[in-house]
């Protein structure tokens, strides 16, 4: 199994706007580093450009980051040991403040490339039902093999 | 701990700690100025005791048959050790605040007080070196060309938990320091890498070409 994480994340501003310059001036430098990671297998494109983002209906000024990994120690060492950290600590300058979870992680098969759907979804699980094994976060994670042996709330409901 | 009462064994501890990497018998006897046979003992000791690794490697470039069996090697362990007495919980108490402060998102106010404590605690060495001074904070700093890195993150339990929490503080904490210390040359970024401390310090004033 694999590991997908979507992150979202509210714009204070548009993003081709002064206060959101130095985010996108990261965009690539930071997606550079994602794409050549150990461990990464695959992230949601927007385009062909690195500062591309991706297109939705999911409200303005929401921008995703939907990404695979071999394990939790791959998606860790980008997400806090690498340029993405100064991202994260700077959030404020460039997001919302939220109080609800804004990011989610869950098992996919391998060669799954979860589309954008189906990662919201597992975001709202989370922000519905707090972590379980179908979405959870680093503090609250959940093994591949509890995924697999207890179905999701949100599947058996379908 | 009581591994670490004898002085031989301490300067062992020190040495194996500080390469930052697998250290062989020759190599550590050789720094603690013992007998090869000697340093084995106690650089097994340190393993009993939990403050040293050991593992199996070979040392050098030769590989295939002729080039011996693999080297014991030695490295610091991962875990964490702390004495305290009368016993204290810090750990503890530092995760429940370290919660609230998530909770509450307050990234200004995080960072104010961060660089506020890390000015203040410049005056605990004002005679010290930058690197002296990091020294004494936990962080083991090294030379990678013109830049200081840090080996170890004095608050590692509470960054894995806590990791954009706790790297901010950190940077705040050490940029408050140089402020106080009056470091104008000196600059400090986050620049993570697994198993090493998240801060980094660049030269970038006039003392770089001297440094170099």
Known sequence: ?158 | MSALADPVRRRLYRFVAGRGRDVGRNEAAEAAGIQRTLAAFHLDKLVEAGLLEAGFRRLGDRTGPGSGRPAKVYRRAAGELSVSLPPRDYGTLAFVLAEVVDLLGDDEQVEAAARRVGRRSAAEDPGAGLKEALEARGYEPYDEGSRIRLRNCPFHTLAESHPRLVCSVNLAMCEGLLEARGERDVAAALDPRPGECCVAFTRTGPSKNNED
């Open chain 1, 1 to 158: 199994m694999h590991l997908a994480q979507l992150n979202v994340a509210h714009l204070l501003a548009p993003i081709d706007s002064e206060t959101l310059a130095g985010f996108v001036a990261l965009l690539e430098p930071v997606n550079a580093v994602s794409d050549t990671s150990p461990g990464f297998v695959w992230r949601l494109k927007g385009g062909e450009l690195p500062t591309d983002t991706v297109q939705h209906d999911y409200g303005d000024h929401l921008v995703t980051n939907l990404s695979v990994w071999e394990s939790r120690e791959a998606l860790w060492n980008f997400v806090y040991r690498s340029v993405h950290l100064d991202v994260l600590r700077r959030r404020r300058e460039w997001f919302l403040r939220v109080a609800e979870p804004y990011s989610v992680m869950w098992w996919v098969p391998e060669g799954h490339e979860p589309p954008l759907e189906e990662a919201m979804a597992r975001l709202d699980l989370l922000r519905a039902e707090g972590p379980g094994p179908h979405a959870f976060t680093f503090k609250d994670f959940y093994d591949s093999s509890e995924a697999a042996s207890r179905p999701a709330a949100a599947e058996e409901r379908k």
